[in-house]
């Protein structure tokens, strides 16, 4: 079955850096349209960043320049390098895949498979 699982979140001060890994299985992760969310608390969850099937790269405009989402087929990877934090960054980050093309960094209905999330924490 289908099995997304992050790691690499923590706490951190406010101008540092997290890179966010998302292992994956169960499907063809080459040809999957990949994405990054966050939820803060009391927050809807919002989209961060998408990668298609042929590496092309959508940000959310509250991190561009900042974040890079990044894959590496052959170990079914999928990435979230994080510079310069900011503490309204906080959240759960989540990854998610899905098989069909999905316009800009997309919304959570465009996405049918999410991992368990890992946290984030920026502190000042």
């Known amino acids: 079955q289908v099995q997304l699982v992050e790691s690499g979140g923590g706490s951190v001060q406010a101008g540092g850096s997290l890179r966010l890994s998302c292992a994956t299985s169960?499907?063809?992760?080459?040809?999957?349209?990949m994405g990054w969310f966050r939820q803060a608390p009391g927050k809807g969850r919002e989209g961060v960043a998408s990668?298609?099937?042929?590496?092309?790269?959508n940000y959310a405009d509250s991190v561009k320049g900042r974040f890079t989402i990044s894959k590496d087929n052959a170990r079914k990877i999928l990435y979230l390098q994080m510079n310069s934090l900011k503490l309204e960054d906080t959240a759960m980050y989540y990854c998610?895949?899905?098989?069909?093309?999905?316009?800009?960094?997309?919304?959570?209905?465009?996405?049918?498979?999410w991992g368990q999330g890992t946290q984030v924490t920026v502190s000042s």
């Open positions: 169960g499907f063809s992760f080459g040809t999957y349209w």
């Open positions: 998610a895949a899905d098989p069909e093309r999905v316009a800009g960094v997309g919304q959570t209905t465009d996405f049918g498979y």
């Open positions: 990668i298609s099937d042929a590496g092309r790269t």
